[in-house]
């Protein structure tokens, strides 16, 4: 069957496959021996590479990932997922539970997942087999924690001395304390200790160890081995180095960190959430509105036009559902929260549904089950009595013991018994099914205006929530949208929404929320709502000024990382700028804030509107200005890339000295495929680091991965299901990436490091003198210098054999790119230009009338596009099937395709899934 089919794989068959070397699209179904499985050949892992010599030296995060990461509590949901995480970050992982058979269980379960992502072809075949051979797991017995070595627990010497252990248990201080106690005594004092608790005091669960220094907060967000946020929570006692490692380890395993800069109720993240969602209830509670009505408008609010979807709904979770999911822990967030004050008190409704649910579970329920779990241990003893008899043929003796055990009416009263036990645990669940029983008259019908007094007072309660935090300085105002994009999958965030609403309905919402709570809703005075997404900081160990993106945006399921819009570009220049006269800064370090993506490049949501000359050519400028200034710094600059890089993002990267990246890091420049060109100096600064023909070969083959459809897709999986298996289309287009080890053989990377050593690697270079020092093209040779190939790679067979046919070189000329009909004539031939007069004074320059030529064509594309979609709605109803398929076409035909602007110009799933996947009227 295909790979990427959905379905479980066993790891024979996969082994199989992979030992014949068979084709990646098939397996085989044959057995093969255990010993066999584990004899498939080992995968060699990308080497740390500096200078073109390998470095036997470990950084701190490469120590902790051979130390190996500990999992308390890895039989549970989230334990599991955080043991998996960490194992596909590439660290050794330890299991550990009471129960040793559940952590045997969970690592079993977590090879199954691995099996399965792998045949779906989320995790690539070569990445699975490296899991398999380079990274130990084994499990551990919890109980022996309880007991002495004397009396067969744990000593320091046969308990493993990881690096991290990541406690994942219930949430119960005392258990947690004693755990953490320990566990103390067995590794050794520089190991990390960090909770997972999203309701306990990390400083409170510190006392009593003795080092409290290397305890802290490391909250995983569901589900954790896919969600990209973790709140980082150091103690009052916690040092600085903890949170430096703890922050490079969650970036190591793709994580975005945020830090919670100090021990709250409910952190950042359920202080955000909880807030929003008690609120609905004190909605209900004053009778604006029927809890269906609130939900809904809460939906919209959080998700935009994804909340309309049908398809969406399964994976939303609006306020009365969540806390209907979650129980008693829910409350007991919403608990812990009211410490804050009497505006975060849950509201009456919470806690009266609460006591009766603990009074339901504790009473009847209990002896419900009790009941149940009595007559059918009497009923299978009888059914095994009368099965012996009817086994020896005996049947005067199977009918007597049928009459004399009563079997018929036990089977009545064992269905009665159950059914009683299933209507109890019905009555349990928070709010029957899925909203309290509370009746108040009026509410099903809820006119306008109230609608409107319910919209205001849950914004005001995001907003009043979201301000606090930023005056008590628990948290960055970019943070918070952080947490709202990423961990909850909104596309609100709480800051870039005053930012886009106006001073005057913000305050209309606070206004509301005031009026209903009086002095109990403390508002300080609004913030500054301006967002910064770039981030600095300044080392004093080695004076380098580390310059952060961090900007997300979510719109509709779509994550976009790191896009370089007006305000980040002014900012970086800006930075760079003042760096320039600061005597303190050494070097500069640009960087992203984790997750998998340096920067999803030129942020084209600020043109889609105004897809004019002027507009275009400001944006264009602005963007050229800000990589100059970064390429003209008298300070020496570095571009560190733990991941993927596109478009603006890899002009960004080529504007700096140096590049240091790890072997995930990709290069792509897309923008032909927009009737665009890179703009910013691309071209030009490609072709000096790695030549003309291979500049011409990575803009001319415009790769693009489509990122918004391709996310699109995957948040409605009837829509995913229905394009990618029924129509067998791909959603990757072909085309040409730039991979690390590549780049790095080209002179584009100048030092190419594991993932898990990148922060530490750039520390250490900073560290040598020789590798700051700035280029001179006056004192070097390029036909010498392996990072200036200008003159090295002149010509297509000047290449390596191997770079040269992975590419096409043969075919790919300085004067001629063959392949040009695919692609926009406009942006190839700007590009293609810039290329030619690269490192003269016209590369870089275009004129108006080159603009407009790109701004008319994007125009005309996006029309046509628009005109496509409408032709595929109209015909839905009627046949989806085929509509769906003239839209896969003509998508997958590179015709019509717009990716980076599909989002903006159309939201297409969301028009195509509400007309496709509509309920049928009746």
Not at 642 to 647: E, F, K, P, S, V
Request: a positive charge; glycine letters at 8%; charged letters at 25%.
């Amino acid at each position: 069957m295909d790979i990427r089919t959905p379905g479980i794989v066993s790891s024979k068959l996969l082994a199989q496959r992979f030992v014949a070397k068979q084709p990646s699209s098939t397996f085989q179904k044959t057995n093969v021996p255990q010993d066999q499985f584990m004899s498939v050949p080992k995968v060699k892992l990308p080497q740390k590479i500096r200078f073109g010599t390998v470095q036997s030296e470990k950084t701190p995060t490469e120590l902790l990932q051979q130390q190996g990461v500990l999992v308390a509590g890895a039989a549970g949901t989230m334990g599991q997922d955080i043991l998996q995480n960490a194992r596909q970050g590439m660290f050794n992982t330890y299991a550990m539970d009471m129960n040793l058979k559940g952590a045997q269980k969970a690592l079993a379960q977590i090879n199954d997942k691995l099996l399965t992502a792998t045949a779906k072809g989320i995790v690539k075949e070569d990445a699975f087999w490296d899991i398999h051979h380079n990274t130990k797991a084994e499990a551990l017995d919890g109980q022996r924690l309880e007991k002495p070595a004397s009396e067969g627990g744990y000593s320091p010497e046969d308990f493993p001395q990881v690096g991290l252990v990541v406690e994942a248990i219930f949430e119960n201080m005392a258990v947690k304390k004693k755990l953490f106690g320990n566990i103390e005594q067995r590794v050794n004092p520089k190991t990390i200790l960090a909770t997972n608790t999203s309701t306990l005091s990390v400083n409170e669960m510190a006392e009593g160890l003795q080092h409290p220094e290397r305890f802290i907060g490391l909250h995983y967000f569901l589900p954790a081995v896919s969600n990209r946020l973790v709140e980082v929570i150091p103690g009052k006692l916690t040092s600085p180095e903890v949170v430096k490692q703890t922050i490079n380890y969650a970036r190591a395993i793709g994580k975005v960190p945020v830090l919670v800069k100090h021990d709250s109720p409910g952190f950042a993240a359920n202080r955000l959430l909880i807030t929003a969602a008690a609120e609905a209830l004190h909605l209900y509670e004053d009778g604006y509105g029927s809890a269906e009505t609130i939900d809904k408008i809460a939906n919209k609010m959080l998700w935009g036009k994804l909340a309309d979807m049908p398809m969406a709904q399964k994976s939303l979770m609006p306020p009365f559902v969540l806390f209907q999911k979650y129980g008693g822990l829910g409350v007991e967030i919403a608990q812990n929260i009211g410490k804050l004050g009497p505006y975060y008190k849950p509201s009456n409704i919470l806690l009266n549904e609460h006591q009766r649910v603990q009074e339901v579970v504790k009473g009847p329920l209990k002896r419900a089950k009790s009941l149940r779990d009595d007559v059918e241990k009497s009923y299978n003893e009888a059914v095994l009595a009368w099965q012996k008899a009817e086994a020896g043929k005996n049947t005067e003796a199977s009918k007597t013991l049928a009459a004399e055990f009563k079997i018929e009416e036990q089977q009545k009263l064992l269905a009665r018994s159950r059914e009683e036990v299933a209507k109890l645990e019905a009555e349990a669940k928070y709010f029957g099914n899925g909203y309290p029983k509370v009746d108040v008259a009026g509410r099903h019908e809820t006119p306008d205006a109230k609608k409107q007094i319910i919209e205001n007072r849950l914004y005001g309660a995001l907003y009043g929530a979201a301000i606090q935090m930023v005056s008590e300085g628990l948290c960055e105002k970019e943070d918070i949208d952080n947490i709202a994009h990423l961990g909850f999958k909104w596309s609100f965030a709480p800051f870039a929404s005053m930012q886009q609403q106006g001073p005057e309905k913000v305050k209309a919402a606070l206004d509301a929320i005031k009026t209903r709570y009086g002095n109990d809703f403390k508002i300080p005075e609004l913030p500054d709502t301006e967002l910064n997404y770039v981030k600095t900081r300044l080392s004093e160990k080695n004076g380098a000024l580390f310059i952060t993106l961090d900007r997300v945006q979510s719109d509709m399921g779509a994550e976009n990382f790191n896009t370089l819009a007006s305000v980040t570009l002014r900012a970086l220049k800006k930075t760079v700028e003042d760096a320039q006269e600061n005597p303190k800064v050494k070097a500069i370090v640009i960087e992203s804030n984790g997750g998998k993506v340096f920067s999803g490049g030129a942020n084209l949501d600020e043109i889609k509107d105004n897809l004019n000359l002027p507009a275009v050519e400001k944006f264009v400028q602005l963007g050229l200005d800000t990589m100059n200034t970064i390429a003209a710094s008298k300070k020496p600059t570095i571009a560190k890339v733990q991941g993927d890089a596109y478009g603006g993002g890899v002009e960004l990267a080529l504007a700096c000295d140096k590049i240091v990246a790890s072997h995930k890091a990709t290069f792509t420049l897309p923008e032909v495929k927009l009737a665009l060109f890179p703009g910013w100096g691309g071209p030009d600064r490609l072709a000096g680091k790695i030549g003309k023909p291979m500049a011409h070969a990575l803009i001319g083959g415009g790769q693009s991965k489509i990122g918004a459809l391709d996310a699109y897709f995957k948040a409605i999986p009837g829509l995913y299901n229905l394009v990618n298996q029924k129509l067998k289309w791909g959603i990757n287009t072909p085309g040409s990436r730039l991979d690390a080890q590549t780049a790095h053989r080209l002179g584009l990377i100048h030092v190419l490091t594991s993932s898990q050593g990148l922060d530490d690697t750039v520390d250490q270079l900073l560290e040598q003198p020789e590798f700051l020092q700035k280029f001179d093209p006056q004192k070097t040779d390029p036909a010498i210098d392996p990072h200036r190939g200008l003159k090295r790679y002149q010509r297509a067979e000047d290449y390596p054999a191997d770079i040269a046919q992975q590419f096409h070189l043969a075919t790919i000329q300085q004067e001629n790119v063959k392949n040009a009909g695919r692609f926009s004539q406009a942006g190839l031939a700007l590009s293609t230009r810039m290329i030619e007069n690269a490192g003269t004074d016209k590369a870089g320059k275009y004129t108006q009338n080159e603009l407009k030529v790109i701004i008319e064509n994007v125009a005309a594309r996006n029309q046509k596009l628009m005109q496509l979609v409408d032709s595929a709605i109209a015909g839905a109803n009627g046949n989806k099937m085929g509509s769906m398929k003239i839209l896969a076409k003509a998508i997958a035909t590179d015709k019509y395709t717009v990716p980076a602007l599909l989002k903006s110009v159309v939201t297409l799933p969301v028009r195509i899934g509400a007309s496709v996947f509509r309920p049928k009227s009746k």
